[in-house]
């Protein structure tokens, strides 16, 4: 995150529109880029599909859903280790133990592979999907998973640009190759969409991987597991972490199970009404995780490192306290601005869902759905953010407490409107969301107001010395993105 | 009666005058158990220790001042009563023995106490106090630091006494009184040095602590002394000037004794005639080490010798304290001529040498109440000492005292006065008899080894009658 913050701030000066420009794009890239990449090249690829008059709507579901899945469940996986391996490794940057990075890269790695193998191995067993696609699927699995892997290593690199590339060149390849074979294929199946998809996947994994070489030119496979000892440590940030995603897709599981569910090829369980709602919804936050680098990181970050600077090398407690005001303020306005933009967007998205339903002719249900979903996406890209904000202030506890409420409303309240049926769809979500988002922001407003006491008790806490204060700048360079 | 006798960094870990007079005070009262609560900066073995422990100890415990680094457990369930009381304390205002309690047995762990909102609060009502804009975390650390090892202190288990009797103000003189308040026993305080005066001394001639904060660290110990004071029910120290140092930092003075060092019956002797004799003989008892100020007594010497005395002077003490000190003065004694006039003679049997002598010297920039001048006084040696600790008291009798000088004070770091003084002496032999005599008498009457522990005995004996007895 820090290093986000100091090269947007050193792009700002230069007054270019272009240049401004220039850092809008790349902090979108570093922050869902790949999420941005991978839905453009997915939907890219569907609209390639419906060109194709002989492939069928089942066959352009199936490859639909295959990618979606593979998405969802190598995020989850991935959602067990991320946090905790993030801090870990934030913390060897900043004990300037670099060269200790790469054995946790190939640690993670291994039990990454080893979980999305097993995971998979269910998924074949059940499925009565034909060899090939299966195991082009089984390939697409588990380059996903490894490219999260990857991608968390880089981040906290600060490797921004090689991810981006990798993404945009991969992405490139998938839609390339699903050309070429619409062009040269007489009669293209699911198979062949799901294949060229999977080679443009790896060419990103094979473009991360030699970036991950050029990171960490050290490399030696000693104490893999060490990080390990990061789970008892903060076995908090693992919790946050797996409820988030999880609080994330749990409506989508629940729902599966309910009004309009179908089975695609008797493997995949979708709600096309639901599942579709979702997918546009989460599009329409996308400002937010743009403008939150931009907004949140530039300007608040520099009073942000003002306070636990002043905390740390030895301000007065005046300065501390003014610092802490100023910090406290700065905050409060952007969280407002960008609460503000946010809504103007999600707004026009929910005035305009009638009128776009019809427009790309999908049911009128969708469209229903939609205004619930993209109310709950506003809400969850609050929560994203409160989350993180918390992060930074090392109010773990605080983030725990939203993320456990994140998972279990969103839970609790889809199962108790289930019943009710497809015109209820989302409302769980739209009302758990937004209890969940109020709950956050009491929590930053309380904790901002005692911020001061918590650094000093927490300190306390851990037993840490006072470079801890320093090191919290460092936290975190890589985000949770769906 | 079992008596918790608590000392702070010596017996029976450390030699010298508070860990001696412990060891004899209960090797004089066999019938009495003792049990040793012995605060340590660092863990101690039993092979540390430099006294064998007489067979009335019942046993040691260790309190360790070192911070344990427990986890964090529980939150402060104090009320508004209660967070009063500590904060006072805290804040240096005012001696507090329900504080002390609250900080003992009402705080869950010192790593939750540190960590609370009321110790936030108070730090920083205090750096509002006491700051003018320095550094806030340093403050925040040096109070933590400041607190660790009273709680350390008082988290540990104490022992079940009938009577605590501490040999020093600061943190055993903290756990005394914590021990009366919850307890409800009688606590006697004894004084050997000025425990706060000590320490500020070190706050301010040492350089890891930061200038501004040096004022409260002071500030601290001598809150401590107060808290002590507060609390005991007998402040006992060995001479008049250091009781007036007690007063002046906050001890009642209806509460302040003075129980003086004494010495041993068999060491009081008779005295030998030494009028007539060729070579005058001068002996000092003491460790070559600077705040005995040897270096005055060597240029006393060449005085003498310039105006052609004859005499010897024997410095007895060992010489491997200070070594780079000790080489020192033979240097000065060898550079100034002085090789047949004065001689180091090193550790020896004190008592053996003491009766080939005509006077006695001291010239210390700093003393208690040294044992050395009662021993010279009761071979009845005349004595010319500076004007330090009790040596004046000594010497020439307190107010009522009816035996008249046993020598004479003069100034400290004051070659002449000491030469000019011994000079007297060599004059005027029947005077210097004389000063002999009345010496040993007033150590006869006065500082009389017995009657030390019979004072002891008697409070006691008494304050365990007016707190209910043995119960232990």
């Known amino acids: 995150m820090a290093g986000i913050g100091f090269k947007l701030q050193k792009l700002f000066q230069e007054d270019y ?12 890239l570093v922050t869902s880029g790949p999420w941005l990449i991978v839905i453009l090249v997915v939907g890219t690829i569907q609209w390639l599909a419906f060109q194709m008059p002989t492939l069928s709507l089942a066959e352009r579901t199936l490859f639909m859903i295959s990618v979606s899945y593979a998405f969802i469940f190598s995020q989850i996986l991935f959602s067990f280790q991320q946090l905790v391996v993030t801090r870990y490794v934030a913390d060897l940057f900043y004990e300037k133990k670099a060269h200790e990075i790469f054995p946790v890269f190939t640690g993670m790695l291994k039990v990454t592979i080893l979980a999305a193998a097993l995971l998979y191995s269910i998924f074949w067993l059940l499925s009565p999907l034909d060899f090939l696609y299966k195991l082009t699927l089984f390939v697409l699995f588990m380059t996903i998973n490894v490219i999260w892997v990857m991608f968390l290593f880089l981040s906290a690199a600060k490797y921004y640009q090689a991810v981006a590339y990798s993404f945009l060149l991969g992405g490139l390849i998938s839609v390339g190759s699903v050309y070429a074979i619409s062009r040269l294929m007489t009669d293209p199946s699911s198979l062949e969409l799901l294949l060229g998809f999977t080679v443009g996947m790896i060419v990103t994994l094979f473009g991360l991987f030699f970036a991950m070489l050029r990171t960490f030119p050290l490399r030696y496979a000693v104490k893999e597991f060490s990080y390990f000892k990061y789970f008892d440590r903060y076995p908090d940030l693992f919790a946050i972490g797996v409820l988030y995603v999880l609080g994330i897709w749990v409506t989508n599981f629940i729902i599966w199970f309910g009004e309009g569910r179908v089975i695609i090829a ?35 970050y520099e009073r942000y490192r003002t306070f636990y600077g002043l905390i740390n090398y030895g301000g007065a407690l005046h300065q501390i306290e003014k610092a802490k005001q100023t910090m406290t303020s700065v905050l409060k306005n952007e969280l407002i601005r960008l609460a503000r933009s946010q809504g103007v967007v999600t707004l026009f998205a929910i005035l305009m869902a009638g009128a776009f339903v019809g427009w790309i002719g999908v049911p009128d249900e969708i469209g229903q759905i939609f205004r619930m979903t993209t109310l709950a996406a506003f809400a969850n890209a609050m929560i994203l953010i409160l989350t993180l904000l918390l992060l930074y202030f090392e109010d773990r506890r605080g983030a725990l407490f939203v ?61 840490l010395g006072t470079e801890r204060f320093s090191q919290m700048g460092t936290l975190l360079n890589r985000r949770f993105s769906r | 009666m079992k008596i918790g006798l608590v000392l702070e960094g010596s017996y029976p870990y450390v030699s010298g005058g508070v860990s001696s007079w412990t060891q004899t005070l209960i090797e004089a009262m066999p019938e009495v158990s003792f049990e040793i609560i012995s605060i340590q900066p660092t863990e101690k073995r039993p092979e540390d220790m430099k006294y064998a422990l007489p067979a009335n100890v019942s046993g040691i415990t260790h309190l360790y001042l070192n911070d344990m680094g427990e986890r964090a457990r529980g939150r402060l369930k104090w009320g508004a009563d209660d967070e009063q009381n500590v904060s006072d304390w805290l804040m240096l205002r005012s001696p507090n023995r329900q504080a002390l309690r609250l900080l003992g047995k009402e705080v869950p762990s010192s790593e939750a106490f540190f960590a609370s909102e009321f110790f936030w609060s108070n730090v920083k009502a205090a750096y509002a106090e006491e ?192 070594e780079e000190y000790a080489e020192e003065c033979r240097l000065l004694i060898e550079q100034s001529g002085l090789s047949d006039y004065v001689e180091l003679v090193g550790k020896v049997d004190v008592q053996t040498y003491l009766p080939t002598f005509d006077l006695l010297l001291l010239t210390s920039i700093s003393e208690g109440q040294p044992l050395a001048i009662l021993e010279g006084m009761a071979a009845g040696i005349p004595w ?53 005599k009345n010496g040993r008498e007033r150590v006869r009457q006065y500082y009389r080894l017995q009657q030390v522990v019979d004072r002891y005995k008697a409070i006691y004996e008494a304050r365990r009658e007016q707190y209910g007895g043995h119960r232990v």
């Open chain 1, 17 to 28: 529109y272009s240049s401004r420009l220039k850092a809008y794009t790349f902090s979108g």
């Open chain 2, 131 to 322: 700051m003018n804009g320095g550094s806030f975390i340093d403050y925040f650390w040096m109070w933590q630091s400041m607190y660790t090892p009273i709680l350390r202190v008082l988290h540990q288990p104490l022992p079940k006494v009938d009577l605590v009797h501490s040999v020093s103000t600061g943190y055993a003189g903290v756990v005394a009184s914590y021990m009366k308040e919850t307890q409800g026993i009688p606590f006697i305080l004894t004084e050997h040095g000025i425990y706060s005066r000590e320490r500020e001394e070190e706050i301010l001639q040492s350089y890891w602590i930061p200038a501004p904060y040096k004022p409260r660290w002071v500030r601290f110990f001598h809150h401590l002394s107060r808290e002590a004071y507060n609390a005991a029910d007998e402040i006992i120290t060995l001479f008049e000037r250091n009781r007036e140092y007690q007063e002046w930092i906050g001890a009642p003075s209806e509460k302040t004794k003075i129980i003086a060092n004494g010495i041993a019956d068999r060491q009081i002797q008779a005295t030998v005639d030494r009028t007539e004799h060729d070579i005058f003989q001068i002996g000092a008892i003491v460790r070559l080490v600077p705040i005995k100020d040897l270096k005055t007594m060597i240029y006393a010497a060449k005085i003498l010798q310039e105006r052609h005395r004859l005499f010897k002077l024997t410095i007895m003490g060992p010489l491997d304290e200070d």
């Open chain 1, 266 to 300: 008797d493997s995949f369980l979708f709600n096309p009404y639901y599942d579709t709602a979702i997918f546009w919804s989460y599009l329409t936050i996308i400002p937010t995780q743009l403008l939150f680098v931009v907004a949140v990181e530039t300007r608040f």
């Open chain 2, 384 to 436: 010319v000492a500076t004007d330090v600790g009790a040596c004046s008291e000594i010497l020439y009798g307190r107010a009522d005292d009816p035996f008249g000088p046993a020598g004479f004070i003069v100034p400290p770091v004051h070659p002449e006065a000491v030469a000019d003084k011994v000079e007297w002496m060599m004059d005027y032999p029947q005077e210097r008899m004389r000063f002999g």
């Open chain 1, 403 to 463: 993320n456990l409420s994140f998972f279990t409303l969103n839970a609790l309240f889809t199962l108790l409107l289930l019943p009710r049926g497809i015109d209820w769809y989302g409302v769980g979500f739209a009302v758990s969301t937004t209890i969940t988002f109020f709950l956050a922001g009491l929590r930053l407003i309380y904790y901002m107001g005692k911020v001061d006491y918590y650094v000093f008790a927490a300190s306390n806490r851990r037993k």
